[in-house]
C-alpha cells in the first residue's frame, strides 16, 4: 500500500488521469475547472475551501440544516420538562 | 457528570485547557482558507472546549460561558447566516449563495466572494459548536428550561 501512495498524483495535478481537461466522452471536466480558476474566482489560496463553501456551497448549507436537526431533534426527544 | 468535580487536579486542568482548545479552534476556523481547516473543524473544537468546562468545573457554573438555555438559538441562527447570505445573494441579483451579488459595495466581485466564504464559515462554525453543546445539555439531568 505504501508503495501505491508513493506513485499517487499531488493535489492539484493537471496530468492526472482523474483530473484531465477534456474527459475521454469529449466533455469538459468540473475538477479541472476548479484547479485552474479557484484562485481567480475567490482569491481563497486553498482551493478546497473554495469548493466547499463557493462553487458546492448548497451541499454545505445541507450538512449545517443536518445538523440543526439533530440538535432540534435532541432537544424534543431528550430534554426534561419544567416539573 | 452534572456537578462539580471532586478533584482539584481535574478542575485546574480543565480551566486551564479549555482556553487553550477554544483558541485552537478559532484559529483552525479561520485557518480554513489557507489550508486544513474549516468551519466544522473550528465548530468541533469550540464545542470541546466548552463541553470540557461543563464536565470538570460543573455544568452549574459553566453556563456563564455559554448558557444551555441559548444554545438551541444559537444553532438556528447560525443555520440561518447561511441562508439568509443566499437568500441576500438573490436579492441582490445573483443565483442562490452566488456571493458576488452581496449588496456591498466596496469590494472587488473576487474578494466579495472571499469575505461571503469566511462569513457563511461563520455561520457553520456558530451552528456546529452550538449544536453539540445542546445535544450534550439535552443529555444531562438537569433542567434548565
Known sequence: ?83 | MTGQTQSPIIEVAGRGLAPIIQLIGIYVFFHGHYGPGGGFQGGVLLAAGVLLLRMTVGAENSQAQVAAKTTLIKCAVGAVIFVGTGIVAILGGGYFLDYAYLPVQWFEPEYMRYYGILFVELGITLGVMTGLITIYDDLLEVDYA
Open chain 1, 1 to 83: 500500500m505504501m508503495y501505491t501512495v508513493a506513485d499517487l498524483p499531488g493535489r492539484g495535478d493537471l496530468n492526472a488521469p482523474a483530473q484531465q481537461i477534456i474527459n475521454p466522452v469529449g466533455t469538459p471536466v468540473a475538477g479541472a475547472y476548479y484547479i485552474q480558476n479557484a484562485y481567480k474566482d475567490a482569491k481563497t489560496p486553498n482551493m478546497v475551501c473554495v469548493v466547499l463553501a463557493d462553487y458546492r456551497s448548497t451541499d454545505t448549507m445541507g450538512e449545517l440544516i443536518v445538523v440543526f436537526a439533530g440538535a432540534i431533534g435532541c432537544f424534543f426527544v431528550l430534554r426534561r420538562k419544567r416539573s
